[in-house]
């Protein structure tokens, strides 16, 4: 239904804008196509280079026999080590961390441990997580109720304070590393909001909103392409076979990343730009 609801609503307000603007319905049909096409090819794949550039397959020292059933299910990879294993997830085997597992197709051991990019620490995906989580949940009839109404009574209880929920709940289950930046940024606001005297949570405000946005993509275009660089030789921190003016540099200027006063100085950089960008644009005589 959410699913149905929200096409819907789309659709609608293609329509409406491609009418007001010329467009037709058939020619707006094969624009949705090709960006839907396009948009699901790029971000799949760039989706699989994060997650492999992240993985990791650790040797176990006491390869195990996994249950019958987990083979049945188990699906056919191509390990970093080049070979071709089984790849399952096996839980329930004592003295066995649950997991995903790469098993030997000749002996049927599984050898290696396979820990995946994405819901690792440096790709945490909490929200992946959280949709995992329910639909697991539901598929598998183990959904932890008891927090969930924990939750739902938390909610009502913003609301019947005159506060937004959704804002609180986006605030708990993302990590401090996340919601950190949004408290700034909304401290900010705040400031700006004072100090050029505009008033609080104007809707019709344009002034700041696109830097705003701006800072939001760029932050991803930043993050997807800083988890490539492990596909880079320099920035694994092996300066091996490289041409000895490529190695120089990239000891002279490895201390920017090694360096948190700068990610925190370039912060401040941005944080200021965002308040300068909250002022009133400034009018030219004609």
Known sequence: ??????????????????FLVGATPRAQQLGLLIGVITSASVVGYTMILLNTSQTKEISLEKP????????????????????????????????????????DR????????????????????????????????LLEQKLPWGLIMI??????????????????????????????PIFVGGVIRKIADTFYKRKPDDVE??????????LIAGGALVGVLSAFLHFVTPFDDDTT??????????????FLWDQDLVAVAMFAVLGYFLFRGAAEPKTVPS
């Open 1 to 18: 239904m959410c699913i149905a609801i929200s096409n819907a609503g789309t659709t609608a307000q293609d329509l409406k804008t491609g």
């Open 241 to 254: 076979g490289l041409p000895l003016d490529i190695a120089v540099g990239y000891n002279y200027v490895q």
């Open 205 to 214: 405000e344009s002034e700041g909103t696109l830097l705003s946005s701006g």
């Open 64 to 103: 195990f026999t996994p249950p019958a059933v987990t083979l049945e299910h188990a699906e056919s990879i191509e390990a970093r080590d080049g070979q071709t294993y089984l790849l399952a997830k096996i839980s329930g085997v004592k003295g066995v961390e649950p997991g995903n597992y790469l098993i």
């Open 106 to 137: 000749q002996s049927h051991l599984a050898v290696k441990r396979r820990i995946d990019g994405i819901g690792g620490r440096e790709l945490a995906a909490p929200q992946a997580n959280l949709m995992a989580v329910l639909i697991g949940g």
């Open 151 to 180: 939750g739902v009574c938390i909610a009502l209880f913003i609301e019947l304070m005159g506060m937004h929920s959704l804002t609180f709940a986006v605030g708990v289950y993302l990590p401090l590393s996340s919601t950190l």
